[in-house]
């Protein structure tokens, strides 16, 4: 089966830009989660999508949301991106909700705010 | 809620020395426990989970960890460090009811030649 995918890997946009960030599961899962790691912060969660439903979502401002679609592959978009928001977005996938077993994770998008 | 400790943020090792990652974990259940390994520029891996049996568990690349109930702890170890073990490990846990997964802060291995 072919892993977790993330498009694009690096992209740099501009203080203000929005941006749109893509996670395609592995066949079959249905649960898509999204992180957010800094150096300073560690890895921070944002939100988990279950068969299109958020079920969880982290501690971050409205200007980060996400949806998924009926195939599961889900985006996350950050409007009015702000300096702060430069960090390596990772998402990751499992067949059941992500509390109930282990995480499949892609490479990442590098995301530079300017 | 569920927390996870990772103490010891940075730790060096010598080249086959034993190496130690340290992970505990609050919870009023046992969760279920994982760990996993990042390198540079890249996505998590998965290195071993144990969610029920046999408290000793083996994973990849010779890393193995042990479920203790009574210290709330789940230890990663290796025998020997190999330089390509330098990275960055990361203790997870979830509650095996489906509603969240909970990293700890990681701790970066350096392997001194």
């Known amino acids: 089966k072919a892993g977790v995918t993330q498009t694009p890997r690096y992209l740099i946009k501009t203080r203000g830009q929005q941006v749109t960030l893509s996670c395609s599961p592995i066949?079959?899962?249905?649960?898509v989660s999204w992180y957010q790691q800094t150096p300073g912060q560690g890895l921070q969660f944002l939100f988990e999508?279950?068969?299109?439903?958020?079920?969880n979502k982290g501690n971050f401002p409205g200007r980060f949301s996400g949806r998924q679609f009926s195939n599961s592959r889900s985006e996350m978009n950050v409007s009015t991106l702000e300096l702060g928001d430069s960090a390596l977005y990772l998402c990751?996938?499992?067949?059941?909700?992500?509390?109930?077993?282990?995480?499949?994770f892609g490479p990442g998008t590098r995301l530079t705010v300017t | 809620a569920q927390s996870v400790t990772q103490l010891g943020s940075h730790v060096s090792v010598s080249e086959g020395a034993l190496v130690l990652l340290r992970c505990n974990y609050s919870s009023s259940v046992p969760p279920y426990l994982f760990w996993y390994v990042q390198y540079p520029n890249q996505g998590l891996q998965l290195l071993l989970k144990?969610?029920?049996?046999?408290?000793l568990v083996k994973g990849i690349n010779g890393f193995e960890a042990e479920f203790k109930k009574s210290e709330t702890s789940f230890h990663l170890t290796k025998p020997s460090a190999h330089m390509s073990d330098a990275a960055e490990y990361f203790c997870a846990v979830s509650d095996r009811t489906g509603n969240q997964f909970y990293f700890g802060t990681g701790t970066s291995l350096t392997v001194i030649p």
């Open positions: 066949s079959g899962h249905r649960s």
């Open positions: 144990y969610t029920t049996g046999a408290t």
């Open positions: 990751a996938s499992s067949p059941i909700p992500s509390g109930g077993g282990e995480q499949y």
């Open positions: 999508y279950f068969s299109e439903t958020q079920r």
